[in-house]
């Protein structure tokens, strides 16, 4: 990506007008880290006294452009109820009075109109106004009847902002769409995983057990919702086979579903005795099922054995559903409490928290998010608005602002809140395009970025400001897609509890005493996902399932030679410090400055002969290297480096490569580039591995006597070496004193040839000699 503009994507400080930078700027409120936004709130509660032919009655209320309306239908005492708040911004009102027009049908019944300048401005927790019944009339100026309503100037912390009709909405959404343009909170229920031990089985049903001369190859497939899982085929000549296997699921309380388990009989012909086992499996015979209600499944927070009863197998015989419960099955079934369920990427966990409510720790504080503005946002596709919501995930808290339609620059300034309980976490913050707003065929909310914060980066009680870049990558190249301003706040309601926390274990105990493989971890996150989207789903307004996959994403596992290269480079880079200290070394040695050999030197006779000083030199010197480096400390917060990204440096067909489906949709000439390319990196990864294993080897076969003559030598030497220090003892200070000092004597006591150890070792054979 050579001739792609370099952009430096860091994360700038703003001074917005906010309550949290001046706190004795008017009274404090619960929105104090937005910029306070007054709206023009109406309230249209009910009509009376009207006479009418229609039993439909719409209101409807003008501001200069802008408009709002809604329609019900007369109750039986004949009123007509509306009970809708309508929010109009202020900054962008284009008149002075609003006219508030009943109608029937097309016909205007009665109409009242106020003006702006006399609605009271009211801020919580000031009581709502009541509203008041208001005189309508017609164009003649008669009376028509009354309408109750109320009217004033709020801000974003009114509690009907969520739910009021804005004036910035498309009027034209269906009652689906308006939900999804408005804030919504949502909570995500609590995950649990699902260990069933399949143990074994007796008294199974198999046709001619006693006359086969293989053995039945018997396995056990356990399914809850759509997850299905399997254990081993078991090989047995008798009705008693043996697993001892584990299956694990994820579900989530209140624990409605079901537990299927059915055991099978693999079959080498294709002979299935009825329907009703065909839609197992062509292959497959079922011996019998039963199934376990979750709400049943006894829980367990420890490491503790669950109980382990025999539970009956009804095996179908025919088209009568005739059943009989001979067969048994042998399960331990748990819901293991003592596990964070991971849905997130274990990077970026939002909350460390087992499932088991008992084992919670108490919060160690609490952390606010204003969700101010987005600045520059482009386009997903040509010739579209932008019409925006944030969503902001933390724990098992999601909260989505309101969209903000056809602006580039939309402002939410909406603050949310969560509890802590461990501040070594993440939250998530990502921009997307709302689907309903879109006239695309098959809509889907399209991600224009994300932002992740680490509250362990976050100073205690500090306000920050922030524009946040949203950087997307593209199969041609690396963008920014806009910036987003936040302000956030971590509280700590104990100080000392959070340096504790450091000195605690990052996960549950049950992850330590009980672990569960790193392979077991990555098969049960796709299902913590999908659980998480079918929840969120259900909601009355709905989370899209690509809102979560985004939110959710964890892409260290897809194949990216552009992150393998940068993870090379960061490990290179850790190694630096060994690299910098034999570079010091060698300089020493070279007395290219002879004034540091000689503080070198009085240091190496100081700790020779006062040894218990060294371990308190090498502290001290730890802590003053920190102190000083505090001079020195990072003042932004981490953001994306494209030069640690390798970014700019790949070619740009391996960034292409990562957004590749699987298997390949690529073909020809690019497949085979990409396939010499990858020949080139492993090559040079073999000869570096085979070099790391020449050198053991060689280091190995000291003793080995493959090379009689180089083995005989060694043992002289050790031999010889074993008799100086027994007749001569040596202590072990003197020995690594005059060793520290043979090795940095001056350039003109020695040679520039490699050490006799060392030319030893390289004459050495290894095992690339029995290599093809």
């Known amino acids: 990506m050579a001739n792609q503009k370099k952009e430096v994507f860091s994360v700038k400080e703003t001074k917005p007008s906010i309550r949290a930078k001046n706190p004795l700027n008017g009274p404090t409120t619960s929105f104090d880290l937005v910029e306070e936004m007054l709206y023009l709130y109406v309230r249209i509660e009910k009509a009376r006294l009207l006479v009418l032919d229609h039993s439909v009655l719409q209101v409807e209320l003008k501001i200069g452009n802008y408009r709002g309306a809604a329609t019900t239908e007369a109750n039986p005492q004949g009123e007509f109820k509306w009970n809708r708040v309508f929010a109009f911004t202020k900054s962008r009102l284009q008149d002075t009075s609003v006219q508030v027009l009943v109608k029937d049908g097309v016909n205007v019944v009665g109409q009242c109109s106020f003006g702006v300048s006399e609605a009271e401005k009211r801020v919580p927790p000031v009581p709502p106004l009541s509203p008041q019944w208001y005189a309508l009339v017609d164009q003649k100026r008669n009376a028509k009847g009354e309408l109750m309503m109320a009217f004033w100037t709020g801000t974003q912390a009114d509690e009907v902002y969520n739910s009021a009709s804005h004036s910035d909405e498309a009027v034209d959404l269906s009652h689906k769409g308006l939900l999804s343009i408005r804030p919504s909170v949502y909570y995500t229920p609590r995950l649990w995983y699902l260990r069933v031990n399949v143990i074994g089985a007796q008294d199974l049903v198999l046709n001619d057990i006693n006359n086969r001369e293989q053995p039945a190859q018997i396995y056990v497939k356990a399914r809850v919702l759509l997850c299905e899982l399997s254990t081993r085929a078991c090989l047995t000549k008798t009705a008693d086979p043996k697993w001892n296997e584990d299956l694990m699921f994820v579900v989530a309380e209140p624990f409605g579903e079901t537990l299927d388990v059915g055991v099978f ?9 009825s329907e009703e086992q065909k839609k197992y499996g062509k292959y497959e015979v079922l011996l019998g099922s039963c199934e376990i209600p979750l709400k049943n499944v006894g829980k367990r927070t420890d490491r503790s054995p669950a109980s382990s009863p025999w539970y009956d197998l009804t095996v179908m015989e025919g088209e009568g559903m005739n059943a009989r419960f001979a067969s048994k099955i042998n399960m331990r079934i748990s819901l293991d409490g003592g596990y964070h369920v991971f849905d997130e990427p274990t990077e970026f966990s939002s909350d460390l928290r087992p499932s088991s409510k008992i084992l919670w720790k108490p919060a160690v504080g609490m952390f606010e998010l204003g969700i101010m503005s ?11 608005s932008v019409d925006a919501f944030c969503v902001a995930k933390y724990g098992p808290k999601w909260v989505r602002t309101r969209t903000v339609v056809d602006n580039c620059s939309p402002k939410w300034n909406e603050q949310y809140m969560w509890e802590v309980y461990d501040h070594c976490t993440v939250i998530t913050i990502a921009v997307f395009q709302n689907k309903y707003l879109l006239n695309w065929e098959r809509n889907r909310d399209r991600e224009i970025g994300k932002v992740r914060i680490r509250l362990s980066n976050l100073e205690f009680d500090k306000v920050y400001t922030n524009s946040h870049p949203l950087v997307s990558l593209e199969p041609y190249g690396v963008m920014k897609r806009g910036e987003l301003q936040l302000s ?21 105990k049950l992850h330590y005493v009980l672990p569960l493989s790193v392979a077991q971890i990555h098969r049960l996150r796709p299902q913590a996902v999908k659980l998480t989207e079918s929840r969120l789903q259900k909601a009355e307004s709905p989370l899209s399932p690509e809102v979560v ?18 993870n090379f480079l960061r490990c290179m880079k850790l190694l630096e410090c060994f690299s910098l200290y034999r570079q010091r070394f060698d300089r ?21 002969w006062f040894p218990w000083m060294a371990l308190a030199s090498m502290f001290f010197m730890l802590s003053g290297i920190g102190a000083w480096g505090y001079w020195k400390r990072p003042k932004q917060l ?23 489906s699987f298997p390949t949709s690529a073909s020809g000439n690019i497949l085979t580039i990409r396939y010499h390319r990858l020949q080139g990196i492993i090559l040079n990864v073999q000869t570096t591995l085979g070099d790391i294993a020449t050198t053991g080897e060689r280091v190995q076969s000291l003793l080995s006597w493959r090379d009689k003559k180089a083995t005989l030598l060694a043992l002289i030497f050790f031999f010889f070496a074993g008799m100086v220090f027994y007749i001569y003892p040596f202590s072990v200070r003197s020995l690594v004193f005059w060793t520290i000092l043979y090795m940095t004597r001056h350039p003109m006591l020695r040679i520039d040839l490699p050490s006799y150890f060392h030319n030893f070792i390289r004459r050495m054979p290894s095992k690339i000699d029995s290599m093809l």
């Open 374 to 384: 987005a600045s520059g946002l482009s386009p997903i596709m040509p010739n579209t």
């Open 549 to 566: 996959q985004y939110v959710l994403d964890d892409n260290k596992h897809k194949f990216s030679l552009r992150r393998a290269k940068a």
């Open 265 to 273: 009989e693999l079959k080498k012909d294709a002979s299935v005795p």
């Open 638 to 660: 981490p953001h994306i480096d494209t030069e640690l990204s390798q970014v700019y440096s790949v070619h740009p067909d391996e960034i292409a490569e990562e957004f590749d």
């Open 488 to 508: 956030y706040r971590f509280c700590s309601t104990s100080k000392l509890n959070v340096y504790h926390s450091y000195t605690q274990a990052l996960w549950p």
């Open 588 to 608: 020493l040695r070279k007395w290219t400055n002879p004034l540091h050999n000689a503080v070198f030197i009085i240091s190496l006779i100081e700790v020779t």
